[in-house]
């Protein structure tokens, strides 16, 4: 079981990484905005496959340390483990963010580093933490505008690159600042404490999920029947940015619905050759965050004849179609590479050089 529930919870990292493509492709070279036909169906995947990863990532710092007892020395050592990690994704993040605005790196670094914190305390405080880290976001709502600092035109952050700019973007209102999103972390840290052997465990979580996504699924879309106020109507349906309550709810539970559901996937399938591959190609998710958002866009922009840069937002967007099948074949060139590259070395190259730099 313990073997299944893993090649289930990389089959689900391996998912995100697809929608990861077609999110970004999408965002750098379509119509991230249009909700209908084909343009709409790849928009679905906005936000999700962002917290989807950011969940698993709090799942794997929790396994580091699913045991039932410690001695002091092996929490020190976990915990060094973790801190280093997190310092590395930080400042490998923050020199991404160079070339890509919307880097993710640097906030994992910041929930990784805050998770240490919380580690060994009872699962339980995960959520209460979690929860507080929403309220905390929604807290300084009410003293800074969210849109400081932004150009929404552009989907650029104007002052970045100044202490106060950088701090407010880490803490507050960048794409995926700690607050709230460090709650997508903790939340992923208390299904890592689940006992997943037990099969009931993947069907109360698929339950729970369904529920609280049934429940903001109709919360937003029928926003209009009950409520009129443009102000709370924003706030019922904002998506991603920002990252208001309803959004958090539903992103959080159609992530626990999706662990669930590849949990299952993987004890049907564990022992196909397919379901390996994935099952490898998601656990070298760093690797491919940074070769789709380096190779991957070059080869979409040679393709498509479009140039990067700035220029691009006065040029009509790419064929949705187009960019789907991309993402789908640029999936499977990273599914191809992760078999080959994987004979001669245990892990990616990128969680490779984190091994290597830190000793971790």
């Given amino acids: 079981m313990m073997k299944n529930r893993i090649i289930g919870f990389d089959l689900a990292r391996a998912y995100a990484i697809l929608g990861m493509y077609i999110v970004n492709f999408n965002t750098v070279f379509g119509n991230h905005t249009n909700q209908s036909g084909l343009s709409g169906f790849l ?5 999700n496959s962002s917290t989807l990863f950011v969940m698993l990532a709090g799942m794997g710092v929790s396994l580091m340390s699913s045991r039932s007892h410690y001695t002091v020395e092996e929490k020190r050592i976990i915990k060094s483990t973790i801190i280093k990690r997190s310092w590395f994704l930080f400042i490998l993040g923050v020199i991404f963010c160079f070339w890509w605005p919307a880097d993710i ?5 910041g929930y990784m580093h805050i998770a240490v914190l919380f580690i060994f305390l009872p699962k339980r405080y995960y959520l209460f933490a979690a929860a507080g880290s929403i309220v ?8 800074i505008p969210y849109e400081t600092g932004w150009d929404f035109k552009t989907l650029m952050y104007t002052d970045f690159w100044t202490i106060e700019g950088f701090i407010r973007n880490t803490f507050y209102n960048g794409w995926n600042s700690i607050f709230p999103w460090i709650a997508y972390f903790l939340i992923g840290m208390y299904l890592g404490r689940l006992n997943w052997k037990n099969t009931s465990t993947p069907k109360k979580v698929i339950l729970v999920g369904l529920a609280f996504y049934l429940m903001t699924f109709f919360l937003q879309s029928f926003a209009t029947s009950f409520t009129q106020d443009k102000e709370l109507l924003s706030y019922l349906t904002a998506d991603y940015l920002p990252p208001f309550l309803p959004f958090m709810i539903g992103t959080i539970s159609f992530g626990l619905i999706l662990i669930s559901a590849f949990i299952f996937i993987g004890n049907k399938v564990s022992e196909f050759r397919i379901a390996k591959i994935l099952a490898s190609t998601g656990q070298m998710t760093l690797t491919h965050y940074i070769s789709h958002l380096m190779l991957g866009l070059f080869l979409f922009s040679s393709f498509t004849g479009k140039t990067l840069g700035f220029e691009m937002i006065n040029e009509s967007p790419t064929n949705p179609l187009f960019i789907l099948v991309f993402s789908v074949f640029y999936f499977l060139f990273s599914c191809i590479f992760t078999l080959l590259w994987l004979k001669k070395f245990k892990l990616g190259p990128l969680e490779l050089l984190m091994r290597k730099v830190f000793n971790s």
């Fill in 43 to 47: 928009n679905l995947f906005n936000g």
């Fill in 136 to 143: 905390i976001f929604h807290f300084l709502l009410a003293f």
């Fill in 105 to 109: 790196l640097h906030f994992y670094g």
